[in-house]
């Protein structure tokens, strides 16, 4: 058991009940959460509670970035002690579950460290050449199979970009794929969706060129729906292979996917509605790379400070639910076997999801997921909602002197689950492995022209890879959020009530 650190004591409310009582209370009328069962109470919901009106300005206040520094420093010594990372599936991961849940349960909270299986994947040769020549740095897709012994050799046969994507079998009518190693662009479907049809067309191995002129970092659904070797290239690479159609090209790569089990965390307050649930959540597992300090030591961080500083037994009306989830880099595991795991009556209890992942990047920007599409890039409005839970981190930055930008509510972060079953969503941002824009420096600061995360699944994100100012100006934003929407759903960004989600 890790040592905790005294500011629990300081988070806990003067008139919290002593945790024996609040268990009791707890017990009588509490949504047991668990990833695996999801089961609920038989008892009939809660009748409403006021809340205190005045909860979002004193969280604001009450929070801090040095106490999630704090937090901050405990992920770097595990890490530290289990060879520099904290991957989902290693001790790194186990001991960073307990040390958030034994927090947790010393503050008061009824906590759960849910279990889910998961797969684990490593990549030890990576190389691609086309007549000869060496394309720098591919990246095997995770959970890409691997090639046989020497590599696939091959010719290379570029999808027109303009008109096809490799998503339909048509998109291969009339190209000489049987046999080929295909090249296609990132977009319009997933790589998993991409490669299949691929196969089914009888291409040998495939190349995903990315859409920005960066490296394609990105995942294959399982190994379970994996049919060909899948490597990811730059954009402007993706362009250079284009000119070279019908070369002979050699793909090798040495993968492997195992499976593992892992857990998550969950806990709860001891007060509020358990049929209007507040869940925020954070991934806590970082890749084998590195420590993962910013990704997402940062939002587990936040939101361990968050929830001590709230305690677990504040004035709120509607129960605030928090998760730091495991096997995230892995694929996205732990939360979508907490959803998975959850009844019909327990996912509709769920009014919102807030998701924090990476909130200190040195080179931060201060995107708000965008609830309603105003932007019109990517993916669709999110589920009613959404907007309005937008709006309200927009406010709590505003607050901070901050001005927000938008940002695709893509399905890359943990919150997919939750809206792929229409639970509203939204979340903070600072930015990965994205170049920093001119126009973002000017409203921002920071360096334009280079990423926001520098360290982005490297071993250097450690503690000096958290920006302390971008985490405060975040951890704010959250927590008038969390704040503003456990005292009630209503109001000018109010969210759907229990009944009106029903009918949604």
């Not at 929070?63 to 289990?82: M, P, S």
């Not at 709860?268 to 209007?276: K, S």
């Not at 869940?279 to 030591?297: K, M, T, Y």
Request: hydrophobic share 40%; net charge negative; aromatic share 6%.
């Amino acid at each position: 058991m890790i040592a905790i650190n005294p500011v629990v004591d300081v988070a806990r409310p003067r008139s919290a009940p002593s945790a024996t009582a609040a268990l009791a209370a707890f017990a009588a009328v509490l949504l047991l959460v668990s990833g695996c069962a999801g089961g609920v109470t038989t008892q009939p919901p809660l009748p409403p509670m006021p809340g205190d009106p005045d909860l979002p300005r004193r969280l604001v206040e009450t929070v801090t970035a040095d106490g999630a520094f704090t937090h901050l420093q405990a992920l770097q010594n595990i890490a530290a002690r289990n060879g520099g990372q904290r991957a989902s599936g290693s001790p790194g991961h186990e001991q960073s579950v307990d040390y958030v849940a034994d927090t947790l349960r010393r503050a008061g909270y009824v906590v759960e460290t849910p279990t889910f299986s998961f797969y684990t994947f490593t990549a030890e040769a990576q190389t691609l050449t086309v007549d000869g020549r060496t394309v720098p740095a591919p990246r095997a897709l995770r959970y890409s199979p691997p090639t046989p012994p020497g590599g696939i050799t091959a010719p290379l046969v570029a999808l027109p970009s303009d008109t096809a994507l490799g998503c339909e079998a048509g998109d291969y009518a009339g190209s000489p794929v049987s046999g080929a190693i295909v090249l296609v662009r990132l977009g319009s479907c997933t790589p998993t969706r991409k490669q299949q049809v691929a196969a089914e067309a009888g291409a040998v191995a495939m190349i995903v060129a990315n859409s920005e002129d960066i490296a394609l970092n990105t995942s294959l659904d399982s190994p379970v729906e994996a049919r060909i070797p899948v490597a990811g290239v730059s954009s402007r690479q993706g362009s250079s292979l284009e000119t070279r159609q019908e070369q002979s090209a050699n793909l090798t790569l040495v993968t492997r996917s195992e499976s593992r089990t892992s857990r998550s965390v969950v806990a709860q307050t001891v007060t509020g509605r358990p049929d209007e649930v507040i869940l925020s959540g954070a991934h806590l597992d970082s890749v084998p790379e590195g420590p993962g300090l910013n990704d997402d030591g940062s939002g587990s961080a936040a939101q361990l400070e968050l929830a001590l500083r709230l305690g677990a037994a504040p004035p709120v009306t509607n129960m605030i639910r928090f998760a730091w989830w495991g096997g995230h880099e892995a694929g996205l595991w732990g939360s979508s076997a907490y959803v998975q795991g959850l009844s019909f009556d327990a996912r509709r209890d769920i009014a919102a999801v807030l998701n924090t992942d990476m909130i200190g990047s040195l080179n931060a920007a201060y995107f708000v997921y965008d609830g309603d599409d105003s932007d019109g890039v990517g993916a669709p409005a999110g589920p009613p909602g959404s907007a309005a839970i937008e709006r309200t981190l927009e406010e709590g930055l505003t607050r901070s002197g901050v001005r927000a930008r938008g940002l695709d509510l893509e399905n890359r972060f943990d919150h997919a689950a939750f809206t792929a079953i229409g639970i509203p969503a939204g979340g903070l941002f600072t930015g990965a492995e994205g170049i920093k824009t001119p126009e973002e420096a000017a409203l921002w600061g920071g360096r334009a022209g280079e990423p926001y995360d520098p360290c982005y699944h490297e071993r250097c994100d450690g503690l000096t890879n958290v920006d302390r100012v971008a985490l405060a100006r975040m951890l704010d934003a959250l927590a008038w959020t969390i704040a503003t929407y456990g005292v009630g759903l209503g109001g000018p960004n109010g969210l759907p009530s229990r009944e009106q989600r029903a009918t949604l």
